[in-house]
């Protein structure tokens, strides 16, 4: 019997455990997910506070044509603060990330 395996159509990756902005902690998520009428993979930077009280921060990136591409923002992202605190900030001023 032959095993076919199904794309995902939801990809999660952590960036950070605990990021630090503002003297507010955020756990820092990269979520890709495959929509109706988009050839690949929406992409997304989250932002969840670790406090209550805080509301999440989502900054949207380009999209990913391939999940080889989500996995290489990952490796690019993944501990560069300076970058992903750039990200949250122009998100939250509802710039271009968001």
């Known amino acids: ?11 999660e990756h952590r960036l950070a455990d605990e990021l630090e902005i503002e003297g507010e902690s955020y756990v ?3 979520v890709a997910r495959r929509g109706t009428g988009v ?13 209550a009280g805080r509301s999440e921060v989502e900054a949207t990136l380009e999209q990913a044509k391939s999940e080889a591409e989500i996995h290489q923002r990952v490796r ?23």
């Open 39 to 51: 050839s690949g993979f929406r992409v997304t930077v989250v932002f969840m506070p670790l406090a």
């Open 1 to 11: 019997m032959t095993k076919f395996s199904r794309p995902r159509s939801w990809i």
């Open 28 to 30: 820092v998520e990269l």
């Open 76 to 98: 690019e992202l993944a501990g560069e603060r300076e970058r992903l605190v750039s990200l949250f900030h122009e998100a939250a001023a509802g710039g271009p990330g968001r």
